[in-house]
């Protein structure tokens, strides 16, 4: 396995079952079992069980593991959770691997809110001037980040105080949250190779599917060196997964390099064709939004009259269409919107929100996706970036940029610089995964996202308060907008936190505390949502 030159990946497991993979098996046991719950030690009995038992037990334990496993019984695999600390990895790997499916959980370090520090990055195996061009670039990328930390302040400072006005007259206690906003805007130059370090929990299914599909893209080296370690460190506590444990699919006999490569070798070879035939369409179809809506049933709002109707066993002249979707949706009349916790999902009336659906095309840099996506139940299918990369710069501009020449154009290089390494690298023969860890953050990402209103509910709820990062928040008005042309019944009560609260009349109406934004919000019509930070 190719080495990175930068700093190691640390893997660590922090916390997990004493006994998973028995675990496992005893589940499935339960599951056929007359006489109650079935033990771990049922399973395999813990010593001072004689030895020759026990090496029975185990035997007859992995034919069952085995069993079940190629039968695709894999819910008993879920029970057994790993929590793993990992650092010195790449926000694209994170990005691309990690937070690109539902099945896990994540706590990481913050590019917004935490400076980062110089020479903190990933290095890929490269050699010689390949290597003194990406070390090179990286520089740049962060001498960049550096400087607009500090001429973003003015801009930053100019808006907040408008907002804040009573806070301009004794400033030096909001410097540093001037200082974090514009922070927040600089790492929009830093590469996508920046370290990150997470808490990272997964089941032992989901770690198995990690291990299986870890030589996919964007980023197979450095998937398959922090996956082994993470499975190294599962056989560490736990061997028995071996029974069941499969090899890494090749990336060369992935289904997505088979077509990708296809596709190229139809047209010039490189794929440049392909990429510039896909964006000029993709940006086409948007027609000027950051997200537009594609799809949605043409009953949504119907259905989810009907799907309230019917849990409470009512005709449709006991409680009409726009009722019974108020009492799903308007905060004043259903309490489960109100609480801190948010428990829709567990509600009988608020799961009638699962039935409409959206299908939205979206473009976002790398650095707003990674928000994004956290939200796992408005799932995406984002891209092969490989694919998508031509050897213009293809950034997002955060709106403040432009409103200073000077930073402006110290942004335009920023991204020059970082296109002109990736392009010298690829001419010294440097393949797109190396190269392309030195992306901007800003580099854009295009791809499709669908979601039930339940989820999107909560989402758009979170992302168009003004506290939230002002691209995702972008998205977020551009979505709540167009629902709210086609389905107006619903699209009325996708609002920001105050607005909702203001509804329920809850007080105090913004419930962020010190973080309060410094605009009424809940007073403002939704065409009237504008900020540049």
Same mark, same amino acid.
């Given at each position: 396995?190719?080495?990175?030159?930068?700093?190691?990946?640390?893997?660590?497991? !922090?916390?997990?079952?004493?006994?998973?993979?028995?675990?496992?098996?005893? !589940?499935?046991?339960?599951?056929?079992?007359? &006489?109650?719950?079935?033990?771990?030690?049922?399973?395999?009995?813990?010593?001072p069980?004689?030895?020759?038992v026990?090496?029975?037990?185990?035997e007859?334990?992995?034919?069952? #593991?085995?069993?079940?496993?190629?039968?695709?019984?894999?819910?008993?695999?879920?029970?057994?959770?790993? @929590?793993f600390?990992?650092?010195?990895? &790449?926000?694209?790997?994170?990005?691309?691997?990690?937070?690109?499916?539902?099945?896990?959980?994540?706590?990481?370090?913050?590019?917004?809110?935490v400076?980062v520090?110089?020479?903190?990055?990933?290095?890929?195996?490269?050699?010689?001037?390949?290597?003194?061009?990406?070390?090179?670039?990286?520089?740049? @990328?962060?001498?960049?980040?550096?400087?607009?930390c500090?001429?973003?302040?003015?801009?930053?400072?100019?808006?907040?105080?408008?907002? =804040?006005?009573?806070?301009?007259?004794?400033?030096?206690p909001?410097?540093?949250?001037?200082?974090?906003k514009?922070?927040?805007?600089?790492?929009?130059?830093?590469?996508?190779?920046?370290?990150?370090?997470?808490?990272h929990?997964?089941?032992?299914?989901?770690?198995?599917?990690?291990?299986r599909? &870890?030589? *996919?893209?964007?980023?197979?080296?450095?998937?398959?060196?922090?996956?082994?370690?993470?499975?190294?460190?599962?056989?560490?506590?736990?061997?028995?997964?071996?029974?069941?444990?499969?090899?890494?699919?090749p =990336?060369?006999q992935?289904? +997505?390099h088979?077509?990708?490569?296809?596709?190229r070798?139809?047209?010039?070879?490189?794929?440049?064709?392909?990429?510039?035939?896909?964006?000029?369409?993709?940006?086409?179809?948007?027609?000027?939004?950051?997200?537009?809506?594609?799809?949605?049933? #043409?009953?949504?709002?119907?259905?989810?009259?009907?799907?309230?109707?019917?849990?409470?066993?009512? !005709?449709?002249g006991?409680?009409?269409?726009?009722? #019974?979707?108020?009492?799903?949706?308007?905060?004043?009349?259903?309490?489960?919107?109100?609480e801190?916790?948010? !428990?829709?999902?567990?509600?009988?009336?608020?799961?009638a929100?699962?039935?409409p659906?959206?299908?939205?095309?979206?473009?976002?840099?790398?650095?707003?996706?990674?928000?994004?996506?956290?939200?796992?139940?408005?799932?995406?299918?984002?891209?092969?970036?490989?694919?998508?990369?031509?050897?213009?710069?293809? =950034?997002?501009?955060?709106?403040?940029?432009?409103?200073d020449?000077?930073?402006? %154009?110290?942004?335009?290089?920023?991204?020059?610089?970082?296109?002109?390494?990736?392009? %010298?690298?690829?001419?010294?023969?440097?393949? +797109?995964?190396?190269?392309?860890?030195?992306?901007?953050?800003?580099?854009a990402?295009?791809?499709?996202e &669908?979601?039930?209103?339940?989820?999107?509910?909560?989402?758009?709820?979170? %992302?168009?308060?003004?506290?939230? @990062?002002?691209?995702?928040?972008?998205?977020?008005?551009?979505?709540?907008? *167009?629902i709210?042309?086609?389905?107006?019944?619903?699209?009325?009560?996708?609002?920001?936190?105050?607005?909702?609260?203001l509804?329920?009349?809850?007080?105090?109406?913004?419930?962020?505390? %010190?973080?309060?934004?410094?605009?009424?919000?809940?007073?403002?019509?939704?065409?009237?949502?504008?900020?540049?930070?």
């Open positions: 396995m190719r080495r990175f030159l930068s700093p190691e990946p640390e893997v660590s497991i !922090t916390n997990a079952f004493a006994r998973p993979f028995d675990n496992a098996v005893a !589940t499935a046991r339960t599951c056929y079992s007359g &006489s109650g719950i079935v033990s771990e030690d049922k399973v395999v009995p813990s010593p069980a004689d030895e020759e026990r090496r029975r037990r185990a007859s334990r992995d034919k069952l #593991a085995q069993d079940i496993y190629k039968a695709g019984h894999h819910t008993t695999l879920q029970h057994a959770t790993f @929590q600390a990992v650092s010195n990895v &790449s926000r694209h790997f994170i990005w691309s691997f990690l937070h690109s499916h539902p099945f896990y959980n994540s706590e990481q370090v913050s590019q917004r809110y400076a520090k110089e020479g903190s990055y990933a290095v890929p195996p490269l050699a010689g001037e390949a290597l003194a061009v990406y070390a090179e670039t990286v520089s740049a @990328q962060n001498r960049a980040y550096r400087e607009l500090e001429t973003l302040i003015p801009l930053v400072e100019r808006e907040y105080f408008i907002r =804040f006005p009573a806070r301009s007259r004794h400033p030096e909001w410097r540093k949250e001037i200082q974090k514009a922070q927040e805007i600089a790492r929009y130059v830093l590469p996508v190779a920046t370290f990150a370090y997470l808490y929990t997964v089941s032992g299914l989901t770690l198995l599917r990690y291990h599909t &870890s030589g *996919q893209y964007d980023t197979p080296t450095e998937q398959r060196l922090v996956i082994q370690k993470m499975v190294d460190r599962l056989l560490e506590r736990d061997p028995a997964y071996l029974a069941i444990l499969e090899e890494p699919i =990336f060369e992935t289904t +997505e088979a077509v990708l490569g296809s596709f070798e139809k047209a010039d070879g490189s794929g440049e064709v392909l990429r510039r035939e896909f964006l000029t369409e993709f940006d086409a179809a948007l027609e000027g939004r950051t997200s537009r809506l594609v799809d949605w049933p #043409a009953g949504n709002e119907s259905v989810l009259a009907q799907s309230v109707r019917e849990v409470f066993g009512l !005709t449709k006991r409680m009409p269409d726009e009722e #019974a979707i108020a009492l799903a949706l308007d905060p004043g009349k259903n309490s489960y919107l109100g801190t916790l948010n !428990t829709t999902t567990h509600s009988k009336l608020t799961r929100l699962f039935h659906h959206y299908t939205f095309r979206k473009k976002l840099s790398h650095t707003a996706d990674s928000q994004n996506q956290r939200h796992r139940m408005t799932p995406g299918s984002r891209p092969i970036l490989a694919a998508h990369v031509t050897g213009d710069p293809d =950034f997002i501009l955060p709106p403040i940029v432009m409103e020449d000077k930073v402006h %154009r110290s942004y335009a290089a920023a991204m020059e610089r970082a296109w002109a390494g990736i392009d %010298r690298l690829r001419s010294l023969g440097v393949e +797109e995964e190396s190269a392309h860890y030195l992306l901007p953050n800003a580099v990402v295009r791809f499709t &669908s979601t039930d209103l339940l989820n999107l509910r909560h989402k758009l709820a979170m %992302r168009l308060c003004y506290n939230a @990062q002002e691209e995702i928040w972008r998205a977020s008005l551009d979505e709540a907008l *167009q709210r042309d086609v389905n107006p019944f619903i699209g009325k009560y996708l609002l920001p936190p105050c607005t909702l609260r509804m329920a009349k809850t007080t105090p109406l913004c419930p962020e505390g %010190r973080r309060y934004c410094g605009e009424r919000v809940w007073t403002y019509e939704l065409e009237r949502y504008q900020r540049l930070i």
